[in-house]
């Protein structure tokens, strides 16, 4: 049932146009480029049930249309022998990718999966892999969602997408420029780098994106799907977002912020240290976050069994506490952060690095970690080794941008600032949850947060200007905006 509606429901967002009639010629499907993202979606679909039919082993879905002109596009599949898809297959292709409606679609796919006596339980594997032509990137899109609609299927990115960087018309994007020169690896689009007259941070750059949730300046629905990132002005803060292929228009962004960095961050590292044993695992691996960290990235951490402190907003308060750390990661939502390793820490993996042998998995663990460690920038963390960080892990996992935002689903949060006669008139603890003054407050909080699930809420007063800051989180968005303007209201 649920795996007919998650078909249902991604072929909507794939609708055929009329007027064509495709088949699954010598190379595939293929046709002008245009035309395709609903064969594309379909494909991926197939190629899950390719998996599935043969043990989940992996196989190939490549988007290209070879030697044709560029406006072109097509799709094939490969089997896990890396030869074509096996032939007798190809009448379903073309039965599916001609399907007029979402239910004529599911109805021809469960008829095949009955026929073929196919288990859906398992997950399948596809991998995904495309040319350089400018479609190739909205349909590799496409051909994911279909994949993992049917549940449990995994597809893997083998090839190096692009990156698209908004480099808020300041010092970041010039800088890493010339950076990427020296990169083979990674293919980086800069946009906003102000030599085009763009003003620094303004409708750009990583606060923006961050606070307003909106995509920045000089970007589009034209770059649906893709892998975005944004610096801020002197390229000390790093989130990344995309824009989902829903959005019909709409400049909304789903967004990747300081904590999904961290989340990832994270995951990678505790993944090295379990591949260490029972030595990696004595490792004091560590989070620090402050008061604006989302809810769900702080259980999200907690859950892989890492030890969460909180700390005052501001670099300073966090790196401080990262120190106390064998590695300390952190990040403040905004997009600050880095990674710190003890000094004696590191110089034990170095050792290990010695005592492993050559090409064993306990091997390319820690030499994995003493990369990470010469990588990241331990003195105060900067967007660009971020970045790449960012982009080595996915790299390492055969992740997307969005698979990465699926670690957790971010509560609902809403941000606003209330301009006071005196902000020193707020006081907090030292984790800036709680206000001390003016006495009294804090029980009216309390009380506000009382009437929502999963309500969370704080004020403090900025460090940069003239103002209180109210936060708000809860289980829904309306439910974050009404605490957060009752909390305002409290304040004012
Ligand atoms: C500064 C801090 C940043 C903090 C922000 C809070 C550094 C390098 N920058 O930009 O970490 O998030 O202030 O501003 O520490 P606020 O006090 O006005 O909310
Ligand atoms: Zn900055």
Redesign the pocket.
Known sequence: ETQIASILKSSELYPIPQSVKLSYGTAGFRADASLLESTVYRVGILSSLRSLKLNSSTVGLMITASHNKVSDNGVKVSDPSGGMLSQEWEPFADQIANASSPRELVSLIKDFVEKEEIAIEKGGEVWLGRDTRPSGERLLRAAEIGVRSVLGSVAVDVGSSKLVLDGANGVGGLKMEVLIRSLSDIDVEIRNTGRDGGVLNEGVGADFVQKEKVVPLGFGVKDAGMRCASFDGDA?RLVYFYIPSESCGGDKVELLDGDKILSLFALFIKEQLNIIGDEGKKCRLGVVQTAYANGASTDYVKEMGLEVVFAK????HLHEKAEEFDVGIYF?A?G?GTILFAECFLSWLVGKQKDYSEGSDKHNAVSRLVALSNLINQAVGDALSGLLLVEVILQHMGWSVQKWNELYKDLPSRQVKVEVLDRTAVVTTSEETEALKPLGIQDAINAEIKKYGRGRAFIRP????DVV?VYAEASTQEAADSLASSVAQLVK
Do not use: L, P, Y
Request: charged share 40%.
């Open positions: 000390d907003t501001g670099v300073k403040e905004n600050h900025s460090g940069t200007e800051r």
